[in-house]
């Protein structure tokens, strides 16, 4: 039988729409309109795009987007400027530097320069450290897209054997985390995998749910999953013809597996529909 679909793109605006109510909610309280503040260094154009659909969004459940785009010559002392500047403004709740940065510029003093109350992105060391301990301030955005669209999938995640083929500090370390976390949402074995991992089939034919976030074209095929299992798909691969694939064969792989999500429209629309969760909530004066 052919794998329940995991839709993002659904579940993306359903959550967006809560979080529309819960601005309006604020906005009507009397409370600040959330804003997010946008920065762009260079000319990367996948960077533009994924820039464009979360201003987009942002503005679609009314909170304020604010754009910055500076020139790849940009030097970190100039970016750092911007980011103090951000950082005092009480109008700006959320900052999103967009990664990658030019080679001038140190991608790591720039994440420690963002302010922790404002790191929607959940990069900084102080709000990977809280996510570490339990205490999580804001949870960065793919790794939450995933854990909600399992746990509003109803796919369980409690005792379950999670295999995360991947170690990033975007994707594969905090998701690790998050699910083996105590509680509603967590519970769960975790294995990571990664590219110097043993017969990594081997790895990933124990799992009940398979995490492929590599950035690699067809790296999970179907004899690399158990039948029944729950795949998660995080690659966005652009190949030579331009279309868009994830890392696993969906097709072969759709017919064995126990539900999947798509590539497009499975973890990419609930990355950003987190990181507007955590704008709304880096608002909300109760913080
Ligand atoms: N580049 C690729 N993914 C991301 C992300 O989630 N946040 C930022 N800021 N840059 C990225």
């Known amino acids: 039988m052919p794998a329940r679909i995991l839709d993002g793109k659904a579940l993306a605006d359903t959550m967006q729409a809560e979080t529309a109510a819960g601005v309006a909610e604020l906005v009507a309280r009397g409370g600040p309109k959330p804003g997010l503040a946008t920065v762009l260094v260079g000319e990367d154009p996948a960077s533009h795009v994924y820039v464009r659909n979360k201003r987009r969004a942002c503005e679609r459940v009314g909170m304020t987007s604010v754009h910055h785009e500076l020139p790849a010559t940009t030097s970190q ?3 750092l400027a911007l980011i103090n500047r951000l950082n005092a403004d009480p109008s700006v709740h959320g900052i999103l530097v967009q990664l990658p940065l030019p080679p ?3 991608e790591r003093a720039v994440i420690q320069s963002v302010s922790p109350l404002k790191d929607v992105d959940a990069f900084h ?3 990977v450290g809280l996510l570490a301990a339990g205490h999580p301030r804001f949870r960065p955005c793919t790794p939450h897209g995933i854990q909600q669209l399992l746990v509003r999938n109803n796919v369980p995640i409690a005792g379950a054997h999670v295999v995360i083929v991947g170690r990033s500090n975007i994707v594969g370390k905090p998701l690790a985390l998050m699910l083996m976390q105590k ?3 967590g519970d769960a074995t975790v294995t ?22 590599v950035g690699r074209p067809i790296l999970i095929t179907a004899d690399m999953v158990r039948p029944g299992a729950a795949v998660v798909d995080v690659g966005m691969n652009r190949l030579p013809d331009g279309r868009l694939v994830g890392d696993v064969d969906y097709a072969a792989v759709a017919q064995i597996a126990g539900a999947i999500t798509p590539v497009p429209g499975g ?3 609930m ?17």
């Open 77 to 79: 002392a100039e970016l």
């Open 104 to 106: 001038q510029i140190d």
């Open 125 to 127: 060391p102080e709000t």
């Open 183 to 185: 509680g509603p949402g």
């Open 192 to 213: 990571i995998a990664h590219s110097r991992s043993r017969d990594l089939g081997a790895l990933t034919r124990q799992a009940d749910i398979v995490v492929a976030a």
């Open 267 to 269: 973890v990419g629309p």
């Open 271 to 287: 990355t950003i529909t987190m990181l507007l969760h955590n704008t709304f909530h880096a608002a909300c004066p109760a913080r």
